[in-house]
């Protein structure tokens, strides 16, 4: 993957006859031009004639011609910057360090963005050196500046009257700005950059395939194809664990590359100044030059128009499908706990808190076990609530980088966008997969057990700081894959009712409202709350429970019945208390009923509102909920929680 850097601007300054202008009518001549003007003009170098496939703009400076000031402004527009100094002319090369270097910083610190740009030293005019046949080192003269400045990149000898390396000062160049070594290396210590190491350690997970903490040859070449487009033959790569095993002890074990002996590698790369190897794979998966993924490979730009809904494409279902497979090492379909931190090592940890998970009711309840269809169904509910988090996850764990057919420069294809619900139910039918339902109901009416039946297929999620929970679970539907989100509406909160109404009412399919048949003030909260609601654009759903205890006439204008049947409001009651298994059979219809009520409802339910819940509407149920915030809090009192 070739770096998204596409104009490389490249400065020359350094004392005065040093030859900075010479080398850039070198490179344009292709000889050496002896008389020179003080300042070249500018020059741009088309992307067809360079290797890296970039355009080039080069430019001289000359303190004989410019003020300190004009060349700061020149260092704050440039990619980089070559400082020359003469071979055997100790005042140039001491300027360096005492002038040059210094100027730079200066001018950088006042650049808008402060980004670092790389340096590179060219020693110009070694024939000279050549010519004296002194015995001389560029390692031991250059690594104590290198070891002070860490934005010198390298550092090269050329001539230009015997046109010595003169393309490759400006390939260098190029390269100290294409790929540059401070983000990876620390040439002090000798060692890859934090960040470096743990960028190639999650690398080395995702290429893992087997999760055997080993890659194998058919693992290297899988690596090899995907980031340099062909494999390495048999020699090849035994001669690449050879060198490995030859440095490094614990390198190649079981005839396999080890982590180490990974990270040994792209080390070696960068010390042989192969820089562009290390950029290719980082690149590759999702880095930029801070070796930090980059923002639109974890969040790529998606259309979602207001009233629609986001959900896990087939493909991102069948890569999460292989995801837990190969993690389930046990094979038992259920993930451990050290699986699942397995799982989430190449991501910065688990999406789901563990708080999330517990019950406020019952501060010693565990997490649930992490079977195959509670995490499917927990994937499905991010994708549904956060779809932009949902593919930042799947980006961090190789969605778009190992799916077999994926766009390898997006993880957008994980998600699917449905049609906008006003078209839909224009339409009077739905091709959607997730429906979300509110569930409204006084305290006591079995809000809350209703979602625990739920997450019989999934998991309850409770968000401590507000006291919400929501569930999701797989609801059978005429033969389809099809997930149920319900969310318990804290409604007695009149300071908030309003607003967080206004907020979710374009993805509400359905609306719930539940109350307890054995309580006759129940159904009167309920009705009240609907009635205030009637114009919005959910459909109705009345659910009466706790017919297994003794059902009392309701103190209501009429009855649940009669008030559903003018409405035209399914009514479905159900026993949530009682033999485990005769509640689930009961629930799952209810939850079935709940489904279809969502697929088949009319256009007309939206015939008097253009947006959902009008504010007319919201000032409707914030005023309902005040009126009955009283008669909640006696219910409160002689009323347990369903559960």
């Known amino acids: 993957l070739m770096s998204s850097k596409r104009v490389v601007r490249i400065l020359l300054c350094g004392d005065r006859g040093t030859g900075k202008t010479t080398l850039i009518k070198a490179l344009l001549h292709e000889k050496f031009v002896p008389e020179v003007d003080a300042l070249a003009d500018d020059v741009t170098i088309s992307p067809e004639v360079n290797p890296e496939r970039v355009t080039t703009h080069i430019v001289d400076s000359s303190l004989r011609v410019q003020e300190e000031a004009e060349i700061e402004e020149e260092v704050q527009k440039s990619n980089v910057v070559c400082i020359v100094y003469a071979v055997g002319d100790k005042a140039s090369f001491d300027h360096v360090t005492t002038f040059w270097l210094p100027l730079l910083r200066r001018a950088l610190q006042s650049r808008a963005d402060q980004s670092p740009v790389p340096v590179v030293l060219v020693g110009n005019k070694n024939d000279a050196r050549n010519m004296s046949g002194e015995p001389y080192s560029l390692e031991e003269e250059i690594m104590p500046i290198m070891k002070n400045f860490h934005e010198i990149e390298a550092c090269i000898e050329c001539s230009a009257r015997e046109m010595k390396n003169i393309a490759e000062v400006f390939y260098f160049a190029q390269k100290a700005y294409l790929h540059p070594t401070a983000p990876l290396y620390d040439p002090r210590a000798q060692v890859l950059t934090l960040a470096a190491t743990r960028a190639l350690t999650r690398i080395f997970r995702l290429c893992d395939s087997d999760k055997d903490g080993l890659l194998s040859d058919k693992e290297l070449n899988d690596f090899q194809k995907l980031c340099f487009g062909a494999p390495l033959s048999a020699a090849e790569l035994q001669g690449v664990k050879e060198v490995v095993s030859e440095n490094l002890e614990d390198g190649v074990r079981d005839d396999c590359l080890t982590c180490d002996g990974f990270l040994f590698l792209q080390k070696l790369f960068v010390e042989r100044g192969r820089l562009e190897t290390n950029w290719t794979v980082l690149r590759k998966f999702g880095y930029e030059d801070d070796v930090s993924l980059k923002a639109d490979f974890l969040r790529p730009p998606l259309r979602v128009p207001k009233d629609a809904s986001t959900e896990l494409s087939s493909r991102a279902v069948a890569f999460l499908s292989r995801l837990f497979t190969t993690h389930n090492k046990s ?45 499917l169904a927990l994937w499905t509910l991010l994708a549904f609530e956060d779809y932009e988090k949902a593919m930042e996850y799947l980006a961090y764990l190789g969605y778009c980088v190992y799916d077999e057919g994926a766009d390898a420069d997006t993880v957008a294809s994980a998600i699917t966008v449905t049609r906008e619900r006003r078209v839909e139910r224009a339409a009077g039918s739905t091709s959607r997969s997730v429906f979300l339902c509110y569930v409204f109901g006084q305290r006591g009416s079995g809000k809350t057990t209703m979602l625990q039946q739920l997450a019989e297929s999934g ?8 006291g919400e929970r929501t569930a999701i679970g797989l609801v059978p539907s005429g033969g389809a894959t099809t997930y149920l989100v319900m969310k318990e509406f804290a409604v007695q909160r009149a300071d908030g009712v309003a607003v967080k109404s206004a907020q979710c009412a374009d993805v509400c399919d359905v609306a719930v409202f539940a109350y307890d048949c054995s309580d006759p003030t129940s159904f ?22 706790q017919i297994d205890r003794q059902e009392v006439e309701q103190d209501y204008e009429v009855s649940p019945e009669e008030f559903c049947e003018q409405r035209r409001i399914p009514l479905h009651k159900v026993a949530l208390a009682g033999a485990a298994a ?62």
């Open 582 to 643: 005769e509640v689930s059979t009961a629930a799952q219809g209810m939850f079935r009923a709940i489904v279809q009520s969502a697929k088949t409802r009319q256009a007309a339910t939206t015939a008097d509102s253009d947006d959902g819940f009008g504010s007319l509407q919201m000032l409707k149920i914030a005023a309902a909920a005040a009126v009955l915030g009283i008669v909640a809090h006696q219910v409160y009192k002689r009323l347990p929680e369903s559960k």
């Open 459 to 466: 998991a309850v999620l409770y968000v401590p700081t507000t």
């Open 331 to 375: 094979g038992n379909g259920v993930l451990s706990d050290e699986e699942q931190i397995d799982l989430w090592a190449t991501t910065p940890g688990n999406p789901w808190s563990e708080e999330a998970f517990l019950s406020p009711d019952d501060a010693s309840a565990c997490p649930p076990v992490m079977t195959f269809e509670r995490f």
């Open 524 to 545: 009167s909260y309920a009705a009240t709350l609907q009635n205030a609601l009637v114009k919005a654009g959910p459909q109705s759903f009345f659910v009466g429970t």
